[in-house]
């Protein structure tokens, strides 16, 4: 029988992953898709297929996780096997500029789904995306059992659909698990999250298109995997014969001033020649140091990262310089990431 899958966030970077490895295992998969006035979905355009297609085996529905009937409309059309609930305003700092709207997407999103599967009685498996940014302030290393101390209204919201996913196991007996998941980054990751950033500025540095890069705070410490290993965790999380919650993580560290040397280093480049600093891109509050523990899924459910930060920076550094090298003007003459000036504490 084939497996069906429903995404949210299917347009993101986990959710653009996720599908190509489900497709790949046979699934069918759906994908919920916000409506844009312009096209957003340049991270899975390679993986559709129209649908009149006999072979089709993606599909894609309009939706928002801020609309509780359509959640409930789509659910029972579908009828999924297992749901992936990727969607969120993913970006910290953003949170600080939009907590209601954060609150509502990224925490109350989460309620919206898991009721709306307790509304069409469907007995699916659940993935809730859950994050390391829930640790906030408790000292590393963190693992399943260290206390939440979340620091950005993006934090507290995750906190909260993190419990709301294990009040429905509890109280209703769902399959529904929880993916503590420490920073992961490829070269599908947003423009704006700080890995992306840099790499992306190499690459124009190095091509002459720009000449400096405004950064924040450069000696916080993340736990930076490489996004398709963790897509492949979050499905053996839904395999397992009981649900449970997990850690995925790689457990080294890094500062943001590491990765960035590492970057302009493999492309022949001086960072200090480059970077500037700019406190717009401070937070109110800082997350200071995330490194992850994730001997409970290397033990349950044998998953281990096995990319980290260096090779992840060249891997980055090398897809922004080929992309550059074979995009038309359009790519080239796109705003500089810190041209933008509508929302610059964003950046
Ligand atoms: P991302 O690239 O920012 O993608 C977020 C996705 O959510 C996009 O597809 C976006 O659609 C969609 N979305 C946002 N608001 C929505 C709404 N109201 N209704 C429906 N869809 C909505 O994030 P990511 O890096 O792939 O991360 C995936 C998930 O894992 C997120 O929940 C994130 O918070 C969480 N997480 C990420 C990391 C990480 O390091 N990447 C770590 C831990 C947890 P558009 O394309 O239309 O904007
Ligand atoms: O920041 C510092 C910044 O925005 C990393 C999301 O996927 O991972 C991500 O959240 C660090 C922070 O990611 C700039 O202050 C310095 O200390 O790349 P980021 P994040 O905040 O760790 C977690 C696990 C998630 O769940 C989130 O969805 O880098 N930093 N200068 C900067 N950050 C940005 N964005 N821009 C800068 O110029």
């Given at each position: 029988m084939t497996k069906r899958a429903l995404i949210t966030g299917i347009t993101g970077q986990d959710g653009s992953y996720l599908a190509e490895m489900l497709l790949a295992k046979g699934y069918e998969v759906h994908g919920l898709i916000r409506r844009a006035s312009t096209f957003n979905t340049v991270r899975i355009d390679h993986l559709?297929?129209?649908?009149?297609?006999?072979?089709a085996r993606m599909f894609l529905h309009y939706g928002d996780l801020a609309d509780g009937a359509r959640l409930v409309t789509l659910l029972a059309q579908v009828q999924p096997d297992e749901v992936y609930n990727l969607a969120a305003q993913s970006h910290v700092r953003v949170s600080f500029e939009e907590p209601e709207h954060t609150g509502n997407t990224t925490g109350m999103g989460a309620t919206r789904l898991l009721e709306a599967v307790r509304m069409t009685g469907l007995h699916c498996r659940y993935y809730q995306a859950s994050s390391s940014?829930?640790?906030?302030?408790?000292?590393?290393?963190?693992?399943?059992?260290?206390?939440?101390?979340?620091?950005?209204?993006?934090?507290?919201?995750?906190?909260?659909?993190?419990?709301?996913t294990k009040?429905?196991?509890?109280?209703?007996?769902?399959?529904?698990?929880?993916?503590?998941?420490?920073?992961h980054e490829s070269p599908r990751r947003g423009e704006t999250f700080v890995t992306r950033k840099i790499s992306r500025a190499v690459a124009r540095i190095r091509a002459g298109l720009?000449?400096?890069?405004?950064?924040g705070n450069i000696d916080t410490v993340r736990d930076w995997g490489y996004a398709p290993e963790y897509v492949e965790g979050m499905w053996r999380m839904?395999?397992?014969?009981?649900?449970?919650d997990y850690v995925l993580a790689t457990g080294n560290s890094c500062t943001v001033r590491d990765f960035m040397i590492t970057a302009f280093e493999h492309a022949g480049l001086d960072w200090e020649k480059h970077v500037r600093f700019d406190e717009q891109y401070l937070r109110p509050t800082e997350v200071d140091a995330l490194i992850g523990d994730a001997s409970k899924a290397t033990g349950r459910l044998g998953w281990k990262a096995t990319v980290h930060a260096d090779e992840l920076a060249r891997i980055m550094v090398d897809?922004?310089?080929?992309?550059?090298?074979?995009?038309g003007s359009s790519w080239i003459d796109a705003p500089r990431v810190d041209g933008w000036v509508a929302a610059p504490a964003a950046r």
């Open positions: 559709y297929q129209d649908r009149h297609e006999p072979d940014e829930m640790f906030g302030a408790s000292p590393p290393p963190q693992n399943e059992l260290t206390p939440f101390y979340p620091r950005s209204p993006y934090g507290a919201a995750k906190v909260y659909a993190y419990w709301l009040n429905y196991r509890e109280a209703y007996g769902f399959f529904a698990v929880n993916g503590i998941l420490f920073n720009d000449d400096v890069v405004y950064l839904l395999q397992a014969d009981e649900p449970d897809a922004d310089i080929e992309a550059l090298e074979h995009a």
